[in-house]
């Protein structure tokens, strides 16, 4: 078992062979859980990585294709009717 020391910011470190062995780089998010035994650091799962297949058509249109310039002008339009 090793030990840190939290810094005057709030900030810990966590030992190099802990973070190793998890596979944890820069970066990385935790959920903090208050136990009654102290705290518990939890790694977040971040959404698995998808294709642009995968994903196509979640928004529910079926109407034709759209090309950029119809897309864009469709923007234009509401942008002004906002301003």
Known sequence: METTR??????IIIPKAIRVSH???PGVE?????HSGGVLLRPTQPFPATTLREVIGCTGY??????????EGAIRKGVSRQR
């Open 6 to 11: 939290l810094s005057s910011k709030g900030q």
């Open 23 to 25: 596979g944890w780089g």
């Open 30 to 34: 935790f959920l903090v859980e208050e």
């Open 62 to 71: 079926t109407g034709a294709r759209k090309s950029l310039a119809e897309m």
